[in-house]
Nanobody
Framework: QVQLVESGGGLVQAGGSLALSCAASGDTFSTYVMAWFRQAPGKEREFVVRISRNSGTTDYADSVKGRFTIFRDNAKNTAYLRMNKLEPEDTAVYYC?????????????????WGQGTQVIVSS
């Protein structure tokens, strides 16, 4: 099993930046595909980005492509999400997730472990 704890959320003005972290403990971090999802009030949880076990491959939702960057440090058991040029539409609770599948997909039900979430609010 893997326990995930997100941090780094907060309030930021539109156009600003935030960096989220997802610290993992338990099972071997490097064996999991890591992803970030988000859920805005009244909306379904949506895929944001995922990164392969060795950081060789990433996959971004169109809405964040060019603005968000995912990376991971397997030595530190941590995944990160750097968010630039934030927009009010990015306001949501952000969740990190881990999948034991080889690559997985966009579906939230393909991820085995979840963090508790961290709130991001972007003011206009």
């Amino acid at each position: 099993q893997v326990q995930l704890v997100e941090s780094g959320g907060g309030l930021v003005q539109a156009g600003g930046s935030l960096a989220l972290s997802c610290a993992a403990s338990g099972d071997t971090f490097s064996t999991y595909v890591m992803a970030w999802f988000r859920q805005a009030p009244g909306k379904e949880r949506e895929f944001v980005v995922r990164i392969s076990r060795n950081s060789g491959t990433t996959d971004y939702a169109d809405s964040v492509k060019g603005r968000f960057t995912i990376f991971r440090d397997n030595a530190k058991n941590t995944a990160y999400l750097r968010m630039n040029k934030l927009e009010p539409e990015d306001t949501a609770v952000y969740y990190c997730a881990a999948s034991g599948a080889a690559w997985g997909n966009y579906r939230s039900d393909s991820y085995d472990y979840w963090g508790q979430g961290t709130q991001v609010i972007v003011s206009s």
